[in-house]
């Protein structure tokens, strides 16, 4: 079959972007694909709101639209098979590029207000969305191939009579929803040196761009003590693109459950994955849903940072059992169920 043509629409964030370029690299296992990446940036002056509701509209006309709100000119866009987004900001102009050229679209995460049928596959999250039509409820995507991790295909079940000699702590920061003060920064490393002495466990830690320098500080200050930790990560003077390393390493994971690309990317890995809350957190209704469909699945626990104690770490541990399957193979088989057009050769 020839090379599958795949417009990406990409906005700036990480989070939404990295969901795209999951669903790609599960395309990738059937059959070979070109991407053209655009970037979406909305003018500020154009309001969302006003946007979706011109979809119905009899003036609705595409190509002025992406004009208008994104800067795009339909006329140059290249040929595609397939139109490809994830994130809010994403949705307007992939119904527009979509329409202008006559191709089926795939949109990852939340629709809102607007309607399935606006999309050929909507890729979600949320077990409400389990019996929609035009959705695929699955683990948010993530590009990493876990295979590619040289990790030990045994599961391990850890918990109060086994317990890890290695450990990746990420660490993220405040976002919308999660505030961290700087007590329970002090508490939290505090608790993984109890943990350190009490099991001989020794740590990775990551940091990410959310994490404030203080923070940082901090943790480097404590990544001193090489009997407590293996390696730490300063993204900082690191940048991105270090959790595969530590991936490939780590038997469980914690992390700050700030991020769900973080939260998705250990489980992806076929890791034991705790989160970690501070007092401060709520988490949007959406969100919610997520974080329990993972809990659900047996894939994912959460513990407050004033909680973590050996003993309940390894109880949480305990009731952990780790995805088995390549995340990316399922997703592959889904898709070439859903859009066997394009995809079954």
């Known amino acids: 079959m020839p090379p599958l043509k795949v417009l990406f629409l990409a906005d700036t964030r990480p989070g939404h972007y990295h969901l795209s370029e999951g669903v790609i690299a599960a395309l990738k296992r059937l059959r070979d694909v070109q991407v053209t990446r655009i970037e979406i940036r909305r003018k500020w002056i154009v309001p969302t709101r006003w ?3 011109r979809i119905h509209a009899k003036s609705f006309f595409p190509p002025r639209m992406l004009r208008m709100a994104y800067r795009i000119e339909a006329e140059e866009l290249p040929q595609a098979d397939l139109v490809i987004s994830a994130g809010g900001e994403t949705l307007m102009p992939n119904i527009c590029v979509s329409r202008y050229l006559d191709r089926p679209s795939i949109f990852c995460g939340s629709l809102r207000d607007l309607d399935a049928k606006e999309f050929s596959l909507v890729i979600s999250s949320y077990e409400r969305d389990a019996d929609a039509p035009r959705h695929m409820v699955t683990l948010k995507p993530s590009p990493m191939d876990p295979d590619s991790l040289g990790r030990s295909d045994e599961v391990i079940q850890f918990g109060p009579d086994r317990t890890p000699k290695l450990a990746a702590l990420l660490i993220g920061g405040n976002a919308a929803s999660f505030r961290f003060g700087r007590g329970e920064w002090k508490d939290l490393i505090a608790r993984i040196g109890e943990i350190s002495q009490r099991w001989g466990t020794r740590w990775m ?3 990410s761009r959310r994490t404030p320098d203080y923070v940082a500080d901090m943790l480097a200050d ?7 930790v293996e390696r730490f990560v300063d993204f900082r003077t690191a940048g991105p693109s270090t959790l595969p390393d530590i991936f490939s390493r780590a038997e469980i994971v914690l992390c700050t459950a700030d991020s769900s690309s973080m939260v998705s990317e250990a489980i992806s890995a076929r890791l034991p994955v705790v989160g970690l809350t501070p007092k401060a957190s709520h988490l949007p209704e959406d969100e919610s849903a997520y974080r329990d ?4 699945r047996n894939w994912y ?3 407050p940072i004033a909680e973590l104690t050996p003993e309940r770490l390894a109880s949480n541990l305990a009731e952990i059992t780790p995805i088995e399957e390549n995340p990316l193979d399922a997703l592959a088989a889904k898709l070439k169920e859903r859009l066997p057009e394009l995809l079954s050769g």
């Open 51 to 53: 946007l979706r509701a």
């Open 205 to 207: 830690i990551s940091t």
């Open 293 to 296: 469909l993972l809990v659900h």
């Open 301 to 303: 626990r959460v513990l």
């Open 222 to 228: 404590f990544a001193k003590d090489e009997r407590a």
